[in-house]
């Protein structure tokens, strides 16, 4: 059984870090492409960051560029968005999700993602 548990949300001020956290269990990261998306009231479900099954690609939207960094660590299962200079544009709940199906390609679509977490929510204060 596959369960991804997100962690690490909060309540913070404009320009702050907060590091999220994707405990993965019943799947192996090197075999899946993980990533993190958010939904913010109102809104869709969007890309934020992803990793490759090999570790060594990685992609970030636009509007996160430069400010947030996904990563792994393989021997904790345990997939990371370390995200500084925050801005109240980022409030959102984020997800942690894994495709498994990938055969090596990162899909920023959530469709092609088949397990998702529960959701951490961030809310950034101005």
């Known amino acids: 059984q596959v369960q991804l548990v997100e962690s690490g949300g909060g309540l913070v001020q404009a320009g702050d870090s907060l590091r999220l956290s994707c405990a993965a269990s019943?799947?192996?990261?090197?075999?899946?492409?993980m990533a993190w998306f958010r939904q913010a009231p109102g809104k869709e479900r969007e890309f934020v960051a992803a990793?490759?099954?090999?570790?060594?690609?990685?992609y970030h939207a636009d509007s996160v560029k430069g400010r947030f960094s996904i990563s792994r660590d393989v021997a904790k299962n345990t997939v990371y968005l370390q995200m500084n200079s925050l801005k109240p544009e980022d409030t959102a709940v984020y997800y942690c999700?894994?495709?498994?199906?990938?055969?090596?390609?990162?899909?920023?679509?959530?469709?092609?993602?088949?397990?998702w977490g529960q959701g951490t929510q961030v809310t950034v204060s101005s």
């Open positions: 999700a894994a495709d498994s199906n990938s055969r090596g390609l990162v899909s920023t679509y959530r469709v092609e993602y088949d397990y």
């Open positions: 019943g799947l192996t990261l090197r075999r899946n492409v």
């Open positions: 990793i490759d099954r090999s570790g060594g690609n990685i």
